[in-house]
């Protein structure tokens, strides 16, 4: 099975700390590295995470809010230094074309820009042979996707059922898995007696919204969820500022990862308020979804 | 006499390294700080270095690259966002007032901007009774500005001649520094008898041209004199690169130093080529100018 890896490039929210970059998040699976959202400084965390830029094929954007897109035009710039050769394609809500436009107009001389195709996005709206992705919108004070990517099903080959069929290690076998029955020695061997389904993975993205539906629609049955958990909501202020801000506590993120049956729920995008009390927001989440976790910048993980 | 103090809160160039983020000084001398150039992640240095960035009082933009400007609207941002309540005054050359109101058009919502107040300088164009500012164009591939900084002279009271007079401890003695005669028990004190002339401190910014007589004219008897050095002269490419991309290389800035006599150089804005390599560009400008320094993040020196 091909892993699905996620690094933590940024975590933290509009104002950046010591330890905490504004966000960004690498997706990598087989050929496909995905970013989601990019604030300022993001290629510099590339550059620390010891990862080439050139290898991004795609950027998903949540909004447009400073701290999640102030690192686009460094980032476009240094890929054109550095001589990326795909077109890279960016995906985003509604207003995600102008956006676009505006930073290249504004900051990006013509002699160096690379390829680029932006999409606005709502719904599934990436299918490939080997994943899907789809965006719901969120409620923030702007234009907001969530973003779920789901690795397809697959049959796999049940290696208990053919050990004892003597076959010869020849490639037909693996059109078995592509739900096809084959003929070895003038034997129909059924693809349904020999494969059995292996679930993908799904890994959500809630970058910036309220409490709201779709943040759960969004999120079901991830074996990861992703959640911004801006503020503390047992605090003085915690609760009345995500309000305000329309952004999640961690005991709504850990809300959502509860009522979605999601598996595994990281907490992102913390308020600088917070640095160096993390576990406070933990401990908030953990009450209610005893599976979750602090991210850290440049942690790693494998799904 | 108040210190001037200097602080390299960004050393590298285009592409930053783990150890440069791109280039911004910071200037401080008396209420005033000054940010010379604000590459990308320039906030977030500000927060390493233990700086409040809502003491600037000024931003002087050398040019439009990338590398000293991808910074200013998280800048922007953050000081609105801790409610900045000064107009801050921005400076660059010709084309400055249209790319600031590209910036806060494209990034910044009218809700959360900060009061600004835009100028496009050639020559002289700030005098205070302490200082002066003066933009000289360098020859880059756009407009650009290098700066200097120069504090003005003062009259200062010898104390040896004044010690034996036996003078009161008055206020009144403080006009004999703004060139006043005062009289004191019928008795007139000449300043000139009893001050001497305190030179000010020049310091110079030279951040991206090619070698220009202009270059060395702004750094003419610099006590400081910080140049940016790209590339290294005596390399495979460096001097056809800097040739190429309108830079200097470490020996060019000596050169500037050393015609200009400059009192010391500061090299900076290194490419990311030389990174743990910069001895190689120390060696080559102390060849030429033996008073000369590599600036490294976070550096702080007081003239």
Chains 1, 2 share one sequence.
Do not use: W
């Not at 995906?91 to 290249?104: A, D, L, R, V, W």
């Not at 809630?206 to 991830?222: E, F, G, R, V």
């Amino acid at each position: 099975m091909n892993s699905i890896s996620i690094t933590f490039l940024g975590t933290g929210s509009a104002i950046p700390t010591e330890k905490r970059n504004h966000i960004s998040i690498l997706l990598n699976y087989k050929e496909e590295n995905i970013l989601i959202d990019c604030g300022e400084g993001t290629q510099r965390q590339f550059r620390k995470a010891k990862i080439n830029p050139c290898r991004l094929t795609r950027i998903l954007i949540t909004h447009f809010h400073g701290d999640h897109t102030f690192g686009l035009p460094g980032l476009f710039q240094t890929l054109a230094l550095n001589s990326y050769q795909k077109t890279l394609h960016i995906y985003g809500p509604n207003g995600t074309k102008k956006f676009i436009e505006n930073i290249f107009q504004t900051f990006i001389p013509k002699s160096n820009r690379i390829k680029f195709d932006v999409h606005e996005v709502k719904g599934k709206f990436l299918e490939t042979k080997d994943f899907q992705i789809t965006a719901f919108p969120l409620n923030h004070d702007c234009p907001c996707n969530g973003y779920l990517f789901e690795e397809k099903d697959r049959l796999r080959i049940d290696k208990n059922k053919i050990k004892n069929m003597n076959l010869p290690n020849i490639p037909e076998i693996s059109k078995l898995t592509l739900g096809k029955n084959i003929k070895i020695n003038n034997k129909t061997i059924k693809f349904k007696n020999v494969t059995y389904l292996e679930k993908g993975r799904k890994i959500s993205f809630i970058l910036d919204t309220k409490l709201c539906p779709n943040a759960i629609k969004l999120a079901k049955d991830s074996d990861l969820l992703i959640a911004e958990s801006t503020f503390l909501d047992n605090s003085e202020n915690g609760s009345r500022l995500a309000k305000d801000y329309m952004h999640l506590t961690a005991k709504q993120a850990a809300e959502i990862a509860k009522k979605s049956k999601a598996k595994q729920l990281i907490l992102t995008h913390f308020s600088q308020r917070y640095d160096n009390k993390e576990k406070t927001l933990l401990d908030e989440a953990k009450k209610i979804f005893p599976n979750s976790k602090i991210s850290e910048d440049f942690m790693t993980l494998e799904i």
